[in-house]
């Protein structure tokens, strides 16, 4: 089945540890996002990638970058992960820049900082 | 700026019809999505409204106006597995989905 993957599942790093979390997908869709979910709330968009191009959040923190070496694959790097980055990260892709209303999203990366 | 209200919470008894609505204020906007998140899950795509009126999805339909900058989401026939949050999410300036604070919706037996 078609889908979007998220390695790992739970990552536990320590204060200021830099991290990497990942995420691949066999749609073939043309743009891939990243968003955090902190508990209770609602997602909200990290940046995300119409093919090549990156388009970062304004309020989105330097700590945070991104990859995308290939239209399959999507990797979320935490420079200096502080508690306040403790949450679910969600990978999730569309077809296409105009189908981003119809968006799939990955199970997520749940990230504990300690 | 963007603005989204949903209600925090709806408990409903199996069977039942639950409305959420959604009211928005944001520039660009293009359409209203609908996403369902159980709890330790993703979000999942439910429907999408480009144009005022109703789309019906099995037991869910999705409302929009845009002149009122309105939505609803619609679930009949309640069933436990519903119990879930659900999300607004106009679609906007660049293509962007901005998601409400989400409906929590409790279905009791």
Redo the contacts between chains.
Sequence with gaps: DAMVIQNPRYQVTQFGKPVTLSCSQTLNHNVMYWYQQKS??????LF?YYDKDF?NEADTPDNFQSRRPNTSFCFLDIRSPGLGDAAMY?C?TSRS??D?????????TRLTVT | GQSLEQPSEVTAVEGAIVQINCTYQTSGFYGLSWYQQHDGGAPTFLSYNALDGLEETGRFSSFLSRSDSYGYLLLQELQMKDSASYFCAPLAAGNKLTFGGGTRVLVKP
Excluded: D, I, V, W
Excluded at chain 1, 40 to 45: D, E, I
Excluded at chain 1, 100 to 108: I, K, R
């Design positions: 209770s709330q609602a997602p909200k968009l995300h388009n969600l999730a820049r105009t981003s209303y119809e968006q799939y999203f990955g199970p997520g």
